[in-house]
């Protein structure tokens, strides 16, 4: 037997106000993340250290896939949005370089 539509919408605010919770989680998760790296950023600005760890980036990838198996969320996900993240840091981690070298 189905809901009432107005059971269903009701519900979908509970469940809507559990995702909008998450979401400001992950933002202030995200900006916390950014936070260390860009101090990462300078410290390897100040040692001369390549903007890019493509040995530290690969490890990253196999121990987040796993993370998210064991999660049950796809791995595809979670290796697509380190990716992104990386090359955000990356790219300041660029910028910071070229402001130290300055």
Do not use: Y
Request: charge should be negative; proline fraction near 3%; glycine fraction near 4%.
């Amino acid at each position: 037997m189905g809901i009432s539509q107005e059971e269903a919408l009701a519900e979908l605010r509970l469940m809507r106000g559990s995702i909008d919770n998450m979401d400001s989680m992950l933002i202030h998760l995200l900006a916390e993340r950014f936070k260390v790296t860009q101090r990462v950023g300078r410290l390897k600005a100040r040692a001369g250290l390549p903007a890019a760890d493509p040995a530290r980036e690969a490890q990253q990838i196999a121990r987040l896939r796993a993370l998210a198996e064991s999660a049950e969320l796809d791995p595809e996900l979670a290796e697509k949005f380190l990716t992104f993240i990386v090359s955000e840091v990356v790219r300041h981690h660029e910028q910071i370089a070229a402001e130290e070298g300055d």
